[in-house]
């Protein structure tokens, strides 16, 4: 029935049909980033990090980023060393295979290194920008690993759009997940 066993690398959960592996790569990552934040961008492309964000990050990882096209109509935004954590996994995906081929330059495409200023701000590039649509005002939400920036208006029809359908999302990806004592509700 449910079997679960945990080895030096990870530990497996077979549940049914489904099994979940949980790697040290996920125990590895900073601690969670969390919130919402409105900013806006100025006139040169450049937004500054809230300081109740910045907060979050460890000091040595307050000045350099990477950002690059999310999946949506978003930026993500990475601490350099979580960006490290994030391609290492990408690059050990099979590039014989034209899925993965494809998946890793869309993943990249756009990735550019950013640094905060003398002021502490980062320089957003224009297209970059274009591409989320973000003009002046933006919001950051920041989860994970990662920041997303969203313009203003994206965001705040996105969430409307989801409203109704959390509970049922919840459910889809979250009700056959095993609680703690291994047991699928």
Known sequence: MYKKFSTKWGKVVNCGEIVFTFTPYISKLMAALIGEYECNIDDKARLMLPS???R?????????FVVKRGLETQLDLYPMSEW???TSMI???NRFQQKNREFIRKFFNGATEVETDGSGRLLIPKPL???AGIKKEA???AHSNRIEIWSKAEY????KQGEKDFAK?????MGKMPNQQGNVS
Do not use: G
């Open 52 to 54: 109740a964000l910045k």
């Open 56 to 64: 979050q990050l460890p000091k040595k990882e307050q000045s350099r």
């Open 84 to 86: 490290d954590k994030e």
């Open 91 to 93: 690059n050990s995906l």
């Open 129 to 131: 920008l274009q591409y």
């Open 139 to 141: 919001v950051l939400f």
């Open 156 to 159: 705040e029809k996105y969430l």
């Open 169 to 173: 999302l919840a459910e889809d990806v």
